[in-house]
């Protein structure tokens, strides 16, 4: 088992920035990939991003590229989401996301929720004016 724990969200001025943590405890092991997934409101929740444990490959959602970052502490076991040109559309719940993940695997799969094995609770964004 792994447990997720996020943290970080809050209120943020649109245009701003913002840091989302996701701790990982437990069975973990470098055999994983991590994901974030937001969900707004009467929306299906959307892939945001994310990164393999081992190598660090990188995948991002259409919505976010080239504002927010994903990037990982090994050592603290630690995944960040460095949010930043923040815009209204970005407010949701941002869920952490673990996947036993195999190298030879198509990065794309890591977009499909389904691919993950272990969730966090969420943590809230809202970007105001």
């Known amino acids: 088992q792994v447990q997720l724990v996020e943290s970080g969200g809050g209120l943020v001025q649109a245009g701003g920035s913002l840091r989302l943590s996701c701790a990982a405890s437990?069975?973990?092991?470098?055999?994983?990939?991590m994901g974030w997934f937001r969900q707004a409101p009467g929306k299906e929740r959307e892939f945001v991003a994310a990164i393999t444990w081992n190598a660090g490959v990188t995948v991002y959602g259409d919505s976010v590229k080239g504002r927010f970052t994903i990037s990982r502490d090994n050592a603290k076991n630690t995944v960040y989401l460095q949010m930043a040109q923040t815009k209204f559309g970005d407010t949701a719940v941002y869920y952490c996301?673990?996947?036993?993940?195999?190298?030879?695997?198509?990065?794309?799969?890591?977009?499909?929720?389904?691919?993950?094995?272990?969730w966090g609770q969420g943590t809230q964004v809202t970007v105001s004016s």
């Open positions: 996301a673990a996947d036993r993940w195999s190298p030879l695997s198509n990065i794309g799969l890591l977009k499909r929720a389904n691919e993950y094995d272990y």
């Open positions: 437990g069975r973990t092991s470098s055999n994983y990939a």
